[in-house]
Structures are given as structure tokens and as C-alpha cells.
């Protein structure tokens, strides 16, 4: 019985890996720690003792490790590749990215004009 048994999880797994979707291994995990560590503390270093004086440029360094940290998220935690799922978790991300970005930048004209067309004008009054 404890064969069969082997013989059933072998080829549960064997089924499971055929949809390309990837295992962690504590190798893979500790080094996405490692990564979400250091991309962390570094913005946090960087605000902390004031190393660039321009906050814009602090705030685009800041938005570039957020970045970067999103993507070490996805590869070490959420096992997503191009083989994921035959390819539709990458998709779904894509279009996820697609919609997100139309969104924002919508938003952002809108308040735009919104902005420069309802304001009254401080100066005249």
C-alpha cells in the first residue's frame, strides 16, 4: 500500500510540474529575504541622513528600489516567470501593469486640468 501511495504522489507531482509553475527552495527564499532586506534599508538610509539634498531626486531613487523591490517580490516569493502557468500568470501581470498605468495616468490629467481650469486665479484676487 505504501507504493501505491509513492507511486500516487509521484505522479501528483508530475502532473503539477507540468504547468511550468516553479518550487521554492530555502536557497531561493533567503536570498529574496536578503534582496527585500537591503532594498529596503537603503531608502531608508538615504531619507534618514538627508543623502540627497533634491527631495524630487529622493523621491525618483526611492520609487526605483520600490520598483526593483516589487520584481524580487514576484521572482523569489511568487515564483512568477514566463513558464508560470504556460505563460498566463506573465500575462495576467502585463495586463494587470496596463490597466494600473492607464488608470493613473487618467487620473492624473484629470486633476491636471482640473486644476489649472477651476483654480481661480490667486493673482487677481
Known amino acids: 500500500m505504501?507504493?501505491?501511495?509513492?507511486?500516487?504522489?509521484?505522479?501528483?507531482?508530475d502532473?503539477?510540474?507540468?504547468h511550468g509553475a516553479a518550487h521554492g527552495s530555502l536557497r531561493g527564499y533567503v536570498t529574496?529575504?536578503?534582496?527585500?532586506?537591503v532594498l529596503t534599508a537603503i531608502p531608508f538610509w538615504l531619507?534618514?541622513?538627508d543623502v540627497l539634498a533634491n527631495s524630487t531626486l529622493t523621491a525618483i531613487v526611492i520609487m526605483l528600489f520600490a520598483a526593483?523591490?516589487?520584481?524580487?517580490?514576484m521572482v523569489y516569493f511568487l515564483h512568477m516567470n514566463g513558464r508560470s502557468e504556460g505563460g498566463?500568470?506573465?500575462?495576467?501581470?502585463?495586463?494587470t501593469i496596463v490597466i494600473v498605468a492607464i488608470a493613473l495616468t487618467g487620473s492624473l490629467w484629470v486633476m491636471f486640468h482640473l486644476n489649472a481650469n477651476m483654480m481661480p486665479d490667486l493673482h487677481k484676487m
Do not use: K, P
Not at 15 to 18: I, P, R, S
Not at 89 to 94: E, K, N, P, Y
Open 15 to 18: 502532473g503539477h510540474d507540468a
Open 32 to 37: 529574496g529575504f536578503l534582496l527585500s532586506v
Open 68 to 73: 526593483a523591490q516589487i520584481v524580487v517580490h
Open 2 to 13: 505504501s507504493q501505491n501511495h509513492a507511486e500516487a504522489q509521484a505522479s501528483h507531482h
Open 88 to 95: 498566463w500568470t506573465m500575462l495576467a501581470l502585463i495586463f
Open 47 to 49: 531619507v534618514m541622513n
